[in-house]
C-alpha cells in the first residue's frame, strides 16, 4: 500500500461499524457523527441495535453498531448502501447484507484477529466468510486492529473502537483537534488515564490508516465550520426531552420502554436545571394516571412510551378525552404487535393513537417527522393539550429517537414555557364545562381555585360535571368533545407540495420517512417524472385541503412502515385487501381510491427502495 | 375566631367553613351502608380542621365507596377503577400542599389496584387513605373480593369462595417505608373519627382499612362482628388512637399496643380474628416522596430559560 496520497473529493459517503454488542461501536460512531457535524457537514446517524442486551458473540442476529451518513448537504435520511463499513468480527456483517446495507464495491475494513483464534472452526467461518464476501462483490481489506491495539493495552476489546474512530477520521481527513476534544468529553466522568489511553489509541488508528490504507476522502462542508447560526446535534430522543424542557412542564412520568427511555434518561440528568421532575412508575397505568393527577392539578405533564405502553395507558388516555385534562403522550413507536421488534422502527401505533378507546375518544394526534420537529412539536403538543382541553399525541419512532442529526439550535423563549397556574376565585356560576356551543371549548378550575370545586368523573356528564342520568347528556358531551377537533381543523394549513401540484403520483407520508421520501421524489422530479409528496404532522384532526390536493394527480399512494396487504398477494381482493394505517384513514376521509405501499423490516425504509417502487408503478 | 398576634394585631379568620361547605350532591348510598357514617366523618374532620374547600382534594377510583368525592364540597376526582393512588400521588407530586384524601374499596385497592397500592406505601406521599373494606364487589353486585373470608358465598363463587382472603393489614406492614397504618369499623363513630382524625394528622401515607356494613350482599359479615365484639381487639396506646375511657365497655377484648413497635403489630395483624381495631403502626419519620418531586416547584422563568440554554449549549456544534 502506498503512503501518503491525495485525498479525493466526495459529496457524500455512507460509514458503517459493525461489532458484537459491548464493543463500543455505537459510541465511536457517534463521536465520528458530532465531529463531523462540528466541522460543517450534513450527518444522520442511526444505530443498529440487537434486541438482546448480550446476544451470542460472533453471531449475524448480534450485530450492534451505526451507520454514518455524511455530506456536504444536508442529510435527512439514511440513505441507501453503504461505502465503507468497519467490522469487528465476520459474521455480523451477514444479517447487515441481508438488509441490503451494502453493494458491489462497498469496502469491508475486517479485523483479522480471527485467522489466528486457537478454534480451528472460527479460522474457517472466517475464512470461508471471506471469500464469500469478495464473490459478492464487497472489497474485503483485512485489518490488524486487535494486534495494533495491543501495542497500546492489554484488553484491545474496551479501547478498539478508539482505534476504529481514528482510521476513520483520516480516512474522511476529520479534524483531529475536534477529534481529541471529543474524546475526551465522552470520557470526562473516567478520568484523565481513560481520556490518556483513548487518545492514543485513536492517534494510533489514524497513523495506521495513513499509512496503511488507500483510501482518503475529503467531503466539502456543507455550512462554515463557525457559522453564526447556530447548530445543535441531538438524536429524537433528547430532542424530545429538550422539548419537555423548553416547554415548561414539570413533570414526565414514564415506565421504561425501549425505545422510548432514552428520552427520560436524557431528562433525569437535566431536567433539575429547569425544576422538573421524572417520576419512574411502577408501571404505565400509574405512569400516566401521575401526569393525569399532576395536570388536574394544574402541573402540566407527560407520559413518554412506546406501543405496549400506550397500549396500557389506554383507559386513562380515554379518561383524559372524556374529563378533558391536558395531557401529553409521546410515543417513540417501535415494531408490533405485543413485544413485536422493540429496537426497531415502525409507524404502527397510528391507528391505535386515533382509536385505541373503548367509545368514542377524540384527541389531538401528531407526528414529527425530523428531529428538530421532536422538539418543537412537545412545545405544540402542550399548547394544544391546554388550549383544547385535551390529550395530545406526539407520535415519533425508533428511527427518529436514535437518529442523530444536526438542526438549528432552538431560541427557547419565555412563552413557550406554561404559564403559572391560576388560583385567582373562580365565578362561581360559571360551571366547570362551559362549553362554547360552536367548538366545544371551555376552560377549567384548578383545584386551589375558590369557587370553581367541582368533581371531576370519567362518567358521562353534564357541563356542572354531574354524573348524567338523562338521555341527552352523553350525546351533547360526546358533540362538545368532537367539535373541539373540528376547531382546531379549522385553523390548519392544507399540508405544503414537494413538487409540482399536479402530476401521475402523489406521494403521501407521515413521520420519519419525511427524509427517504423527498429524496426519491427529489431525484425522479430531477429525472422528469410528475411524481411530488405531501407529509402529514397533524393526524387528527387531519389537515385540510386533502381531497383537493389528490384530485390533481392519477395515483395517491402513501408510504408507510406498517403493515398491509400486497394488492396481488393470493386471496386479496379488493373485498379484503388490508390497507395501511393512513392509508386507511385518507380514504374514509376523502373517498380517494388512495393505494399504499409498505413494510414491517424494522428497518427505515430507503430512498433507492421508494425510488424504485415509484418507476415500477410509473412503468405500468 | 379571633387570634392575636405576635405584633399584637387582631387576625380574624375572614372564612369560617360550616360542614355544609364540605356537602356535595345528595349521597346516593343504600340506607345502611356504613359509607354514610364515613362520609360524615370526614366532612366533619374537614370543618374541624377549617381544611379550604378548594385546597381540598377527594381522589377515588370505580365502586360504590369511590362514588365519596360526589358527595363532597371540595375539589373531587373519580377517575378509574383501581387507579385512585396513582392520580392521587400525582396531585401531591407537584402541589404538595393540597389536602389529599382517597376513597377506595376492598377491590378497587387490593385487587385491581394491588400494584399501586404497594407503590404508593412506599412513596408514602401525605394523603389519607380509606379503603372501605365491606369484604365484597358492591357496585357490580356481589363478586367476591380479595378479602372476602373462604366459603363465603358470592355471584362468582356460589359455593363459597376458594381461597384464604388477602390480609391487607400484614401486606401493608410487609413494604418498605410503610408509616400508617390503622383499622376502624364504621358503626362506632367515635373510634371512626379518631382513627380517621390521626390518619389526616400523620404526615405520611396513612392507610384505614374501614370494616364497612354493606347491608345488601355481605351483611351477615359485619353483623357478626356487631353482634358478638369479642370478635374485635381494640388496640389501645397512648400513641394510640386515643379513645374515651366510657366507650372501652364496647370492647370486650383490649391490648395495649406500641404503634412503633413493628414485630408487635405483624403479630395483631396476623391474627384475622378477633380483628385488631386501632393504630397498628406509625413511624412518622419517614420521608415523603413529594419532597423530592416537587423540587423546582416554583422556578421563575429567568432561571427556567437559563436551564434550557444550559442543556442546549451541550448539544452546540
Ligand atoms: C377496568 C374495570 N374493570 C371492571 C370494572 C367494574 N367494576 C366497577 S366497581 C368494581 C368492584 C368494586 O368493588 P370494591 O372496590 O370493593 O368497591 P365497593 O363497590 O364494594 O365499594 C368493578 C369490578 C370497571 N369499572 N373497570
Ligand atoms: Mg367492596
Redesign the pocket.
Known sequence: MSKTKQAVRIDEHIIEIVSDSGEGAQKAGQTFGTISAKMGNGVWTVEIIPAEIKPPARSPAGASGIRIRLGSHYITNMGNAADIVVALNEQVLYSRIATHAYKRGTVVLLENKWLTDPNPEIIKQYQSAVAEFRENGLVVLEVPMEVECLKLTPRPRLGKNMFVLGMLNHIYSRDMEKAYREVAFTFQRKGQKVIDLNHKLLQAGYDFAKENIDYHYDIPLWREPDSKDPLIVTNGNQAMGLGVMASGMDLVSMYPITPATSASHYLADVYHQVGGFVHQAEDEIAAVGFAIGSSYAGKTACTITSGPGLALKT?FIALAVMAEIPLVIGVVQRGGPSTGLPTKVEQGDLLASLYGEPGDAPKIVIAASTIEECFHFVIMARKLAETFRTPVILLTDANLGTGVQPYPRPDAKAEWLAAPIDQSPWEKDVPPFDWNEETGLSSRPIVGQPGGEFVLTGLAHTKQSKVAYDRDSNQRGCNMRSRKLAALYGTLKAPEIHGESEGDILVVGWGSTLGAIEEAVDQLQNEGHKVSSIHLRFLSPLEPGLKEIFSKFKNILTIEINYSDEADAPLITSGNRRYTQLAMILRAQTLVDVDCWSNVHGQPIQPGLIYDELIRRLKN | MFGLKADWSVDIKERYFALGDYAGGEARWCPGCG?HAVLTVVQRICRDNQLPPEMTVAVS??????RLPHYMGTYGFHG???RALPVACGIKSRRPELDVWVA??????Y??GAGHWLHAVRYNMNMTVLV???N?????KK?T?PTTPLGFKSNTHPQGAILAPLNPLTATLGISNVSFLAQTVDWNPAHLYATIKAAHAHKGFSLVNII?R?PVFSEQLSKDLQDNPSKLLLLTHENGIPIEEKLLRFFPNTQEHDPSNMSEAYDIATNLSPAPIGLLYHDPEVPCYEELSSMGNNMGVEDKLAGINAALDQFAV
Open positions: 383507559e | 359509607d377510583g370505580i365502586g360504590c365507596s369511590s378509574l377503577h383501581g377506595t374499596g376492598d377491590g378497587d385497592c385487587s385491581i372501605f373494606d365491606n365484597i364487589y358492591g357496585l357490580t363478586q373480593s364497612q354493606c
